[in-house]
């Protein structure tokens, strides 16, 4: 029997589904919180989250401002890519700089060439007091890693900007409380429930534009660690460093110093989506778990673009 | 072919699921063995689970392990919480809520059950329904989930006993019959094995039923099988004014999502709670003007008349509006469907007892009212199901509760819909959130 004959009423696709979703949880935040910001970083969740906020709040402007968080360390393209998509949608871009923390010294850094992901958090919190935010809106996603698969869709931050695991408030149905006390946050995670490959689909539907650096690209890289290393002013070849032209992709964009790219020749979204999908819905059958089999379809998985 | 030649034409949309069941019964297992068979485990993952296998001895790969987060959890003795993991079958997107099955979790399990259109209660072979049965079964009942899966796990510790699991099935119908569970199905599986999951094996043979990744596929969705009452609490109110174009100087839409039922430009409808009627002009989404909208779909509304509008208020169709039998005491309105008192089913979820005498601040759809304890009509054992006086609630207690409210709601039974039904309960000293409850 199929499965739509049992279906009496029309239901929502899941890109439908996960997309009204998160314009309800944009809703919420624009309804219950005085003053929120949206953290807008130009990368692909972040981009999908602009969608979600001209889709919620169209045509009215957005309720909230954009904020960007610039470690200095960033792709130029994907600099140039924020500050053009801010202008085409006509909304309020801040930028708050990781190397104003270090000029006030409330960023201090081991070593020069050191990655400044870790101090984005001080140039945030002083960015959400300078503004007064009670709630910042960002683009993580529960599938990630492990840890994140427990985040609440609305996750309370003390005073310090600190994510107590035991202090979370209990998220029912879809019923959020974003009550805060002075100086409390609210990171909000309207894309709490999507995946890697959801988020490729939905851009592709979309056709929303992406910094060039997502498509595969010739880029002289470096092996470390099993990781490839891209070559750049902020990380050069080290002596003994073998140097090679790959053509690769990014999966994340982020600083410099931190974010390898991967190996791939996918040059189009329908082609990233392709190896985002490959192991999720080739060879369905198999299912033995003895050893042999297991590295195998581990190494057919490798091949098509995961690490 | 290519993968994506290969994404299906229709999209059979999304399943949120609920795994109940401790680590003893193997619901990790049966979790990792759905991740795995379904492909959504990244190889660097399998990888590392590999490596452990191999380390503590074990001849094949534990896909326990996959949810290891939690029983190191526990044995921290941190709080457990309900973890969220996804897979697809290229046909339907899976949410499986994970939430750890012992009795002092209660409270995660009722988060987990809030949002799931299906429970698969898990029962070990070789135990039997037990005490813990009970109590998921009673609760995923309460949490209105309309779909119920009983798994017979651990066929492969009981020789693939067809005996054992019909002695099972039987005890569990005798029992579900006095909560008033109506859909069950009962499958036999070996998690462990991967028997009945995704493939069928070769030892169940016995059993013509469908595997349980086939139940999942073939399972209607939420608002899927029944006519609803449209329900549509206001979120955001659009007034773009300042955009500059003339024609949207009188724009004033309506945002929010449809809860239930479905509605089509020119119906006419009614906003509580101030029973004011209107037509919808026009359903919009971004840019574009839609016939009409379905449950769950998130549109912006626009009305004929210039009518009092806030956050909070409700737009319901002016022809389906199914009268509640006013319950004693409540405030005369327009309709019953506004009331200032509720009687609920209510689940403390706060470390703080609840105080009786306290006011507390109660959110039910995107509306908010202080209430005040009516009267806690008794506390219920979740194990014997057996009804207790009570005085006050801890956590983890279930309840029956009224409430007096300062403002009116517009709600409904939680049994006819799970949006305009359940509430939560805010501590405003603390802003937490205390309590979970459903009208009745």
């Known amino acids: ?307 | 072919m290519s993968a994506i030649e290969r994404l299906p034409e229709i999209d059979n949309g999304l399943l949120r699921f609920l795994t109940c069941g401790s680590v003893d019964d193997g619901k990790s297992t049966l979790i990792g063995r759905l991740l795995y068979d379904t492909k959504a485990i990244l190889a660097d993952t399998l990888q590392a689970i590999t490596r452990t296998s191999e380390r503590r001895g074990l001849e094949a790969v534990d896909l326990s392990l996959l949810t290891d987060g939690l029983q190191a959890e526990r044995e921290q003795g941190i709080t457990i919480d309900v973890a969220y993991r996804y897979f697809s079958t290229g046909q339907r997107k899976y949410i499986i809520a994970d939430a750890p099955g012992h009795e002092e979790y209660t409270r995660n399990m009722v988060t987990a059950a809030s949002t799931a259109n299906l429970a698969i209660i898990l029962i070990d072979a070789r135990k039997g329904v037990l005490t813990q049965t009970r109590r998921h079964s009673y609760l995923a009942h309460l949490l209105g989930i309309p779909h119920i899966v009983v798994a017979i796990n651990k066929m492969d510790l009981v020789d693939y006993a067809q005996a054992t699991y019909e002695r099972i099935r039987g005890d569990y119908l005798e029992f579900a019959a006095t909560l008033g569970i109506g859909d069950v199905r009962f499958i036999p599986l070996s998690a462990l094995n991967g028997d009945m999951i995704v493939d069928r094996g070769e030892r169940l043979d016995w059993y013509q039923g469908p595997a349980l990744l086939d139940i999942l596929e073939d399972t209607p969705s939420a608002h899927s099988e029944r006519d609803e009452a449209f329900r549509f609490p206001v979120q955001f109110i659009c007034r773009p004014q300042q955009a500059g174009d003339p024609k949207l100087h009188d724009y004033r839409g309506f945002m929010g999502r449809v809860e239930s039922g479905e509605i089509v430009a020119g119906d006419e409808v009614l906003i509580l709670p101030s029973g004011t009627r209107t037509r919808v002009k026009a359903i919009e989404f971004y840019g574009r003007s839609l016939l009409r909208a379905i449950a769950e779909q998130s549109v912006t509304l626009l009305l004929e008349d210039e009518v009092d509008i806030s956050r909070g208020d409700m737009i319901v169709r002016a022809e389906k509006l199914c009268p509640r039998a006013p319950a004693p005491g409540t405030v005369s309105t327009r309709t019953a469907l506004v009331t200032r008192r509720i009687e609920t089913m209510l689940c403390w979820l706060g470390e703080t007892p609840l105080d009786a005498q306290r006011k507390y601040l109660i959110r039910q759809t995107t509306r908010e009212t202080k209430a005040a304890i009516e009267s806690i009509d008794y506390r219920l054992d979740i194990n014997t199901l057996q009804r207790m006086p009570a005085e006050s609630l801890g956590m983890n207690d279930i309840a029956r509760v009224a409430f007096r409210l300062a403002r009116p709601l517009c709600v409904d039974a939680y049994a006819g819909n799970r949006s305009t039904g359940a509430f939560i309960v805010i501590d405003e000293a603390a802003n937490n959130t205390v309590g979970a409850g459903m009208i009745l």
């Not at chain 1, 439908?16 to 919180?33: K, N, Y």
């Not at chain 1, 006509?90 to 000029?103: A, T």
């Not at chain 1, 890693?145 to 869709?153: L, V």
């Not at chain 1, 329908?270 to 819905?281: D, K, L, M, P, V």
């Open chain 1, 1 to 307: 029997m199929s499965t739509l004959a049992l279906q009496q009423h029309a239901t929502l696709s899941h890109l439908d589904w996960l997309e009204s979703e998160s314009i309800h949880i944009l809703r919420e935040v624009a309804g219950q919180c005085a003053n929120p910001a949206l953290l807008f970083s130009g990368g692909k969740d972040s981009l999908v989250l602009l969608r979600l906020a001209e889709k919620a709040f169209r045509p009215g402007r957005f309720p909230f401002p954009l904020l960007n968080i610039d470690t200095g360390h960033n792709y130029s393209e994907v600099i140039d890519f924020r500050d053009s998509r801010a202008c085409q949608l006509n909304e309020r871009l801040i930028v708050r700089s990781v190397e104003d923390s270090m000029r006030r010294g409330t960023v201090v850094l081991k070593s020069p060439g050191e990655s400044r992901n870790k101090h984005q958090s001080v140039t945030l919190l002083e960015a959400i007091e300078e503004f007064g935010f009670d709630c910042c809106i960002g683009g993580a996603r529960r599938d990630e890693e492990k840890a994140r698969a427990k985040e609440r869709i609305f996750s309370f931050r003390d005073e310090f900007g600190q994510w107590d695991p035991k202090n979370q408030r209990p998220e029912l149905w879809d019923l959020y409380n974003a009550r805060v006390h002075r100086g409390e946050n609210i990171r909000a995670f309207p894309i709490s429930n999507w995946t890697e490959l959801d988020v490729w689909q939905y851009i592709e539907r979309e056709r929303l534009e992406l910094p060039a650096i997502y498509f595969a690209h010739r880029r002289a890289v470096t092996r470390r660690n099993g990781l490839l290393q891209p070559v750049t002013e902020l990380t050069p070849a080290r002596a003994g460093d073998v140097v090679e032209e790959l053509s690769v992709r990014f999966r994340t964009v982020g600083d410099i110093t931190c974010t390898a790219p991967v190996e791939s020749a996918a040059d189009t979204v329908a082609r990233i989506i392709e190896e985002t999908a490959a192991t999720t819905i080739t060879e369905r059958g198999e299912s033995r778990l003895d050893d042999q089999t297991s590295e195998a379809s581990m190494e057919q998985r490798k091949k098509e673009g995961y690490f």
